[in-house]
């Protein structure tokens, strides 16, 4: 089992916290093998949907629940990855079921994850619940209906060389956002200055699925960015999707990061 501690939340924004501590001491048991891992240098430029391991873009409307669909997108694309299962988890249960009442409020990814992990015992498909609501409601999970298994998390260091590994081997991340310039992006790459969108307000939750580098055909220069899968509907950004510079904790895009265990 992973040993996995409770985290004290340090401030509160709009719909995602931030966690005070990190998890120490999370420890993958001896026979615990992430079968898919790669080894070996990255390339250039990943993306998880060129696999089709990423699921549709949803919508959270005027519910603050970005933590929800942020840790569901996770997992729908860790299970695609290591358990070649397609599925719509239901975001819908986790606001109802997990305990915390948090509802259409903030909350940090990893108490999502732990959550999950220590009470639920995963997640419920979407067909197995009510419909998404867009307020919280009481709970209606009878126990009968097996959840999709989650058995683990890990919190990923505030790098964003490890970032890409990371993505890269394991899988798309989970992370903490300013949704400062968010509000205002209409597509290309996002490069916001610290002063329209600070990395120590965060205060949105996301996936990043990949990573590339643009190169300006006429001057040559290089703009490394990320490719985020956000939760505001296909009718925003690059089709639901943003493209953050990369290298600089744009919008704190690097400093808090997870994703699930699945198999």
Known sequence: ???????????????YSIASDY????????????????????PVYWDWRDLNKVTPVKDQMNCNACWAFS?????????????????????QFLMDCDGRNVGCSSSSIL??????VEKLGG???????????????????????????????RRVQADEVVMAHFIYKYGPLSAGINSASMAVYKGGIDEPSDDICSPKEMNHAVLIVGYNVYVDPDTGKSV????????????????????????????????????????
Do not use: Q
């Open 123 to 153: 997640v419920l498909r979407e067909t197995d619940y009510k419909p998404y609501r867009k307020r919280i409601l009481p709970c209606s999970w009878d126990h009968k209906i097996p959840v999709i298994p989650v058995v683990g998390y």
């Open 1 to 15: 089992m992973l040993r996995l501690f409770f985290i004290t939340i340090l401030f509160t924004r709009d719909c």
């Open 23 to 42: 998890v120490m001491n999370v420890n993958l048991v001896s026979n615990y093998k992430m079968s898919h891992t790669k080894t070996g240098n990255i």
């Open 71 to 91: 840790a569901i997108a996770n997992i729908e694309s860790h299970l695609m990855i290591y358990k070649n299962m397609s599925e719509s988890l239901s975001e």
């Open 224 to 263: 490394p960015y990320w490719i985020i899968k956000n939760s505001w509907g296909t009718n925003w950004g690059a089709k639901g999707y943003y493209y953050l510079v990369r290298g600089r904790n744009a919008c704190g895009i690097a400093s808090d990061l997870s994703f699930s265990f699945v198999n």
């Open 111 to 116: 108490n999502t994850f732990s959550t999950i």
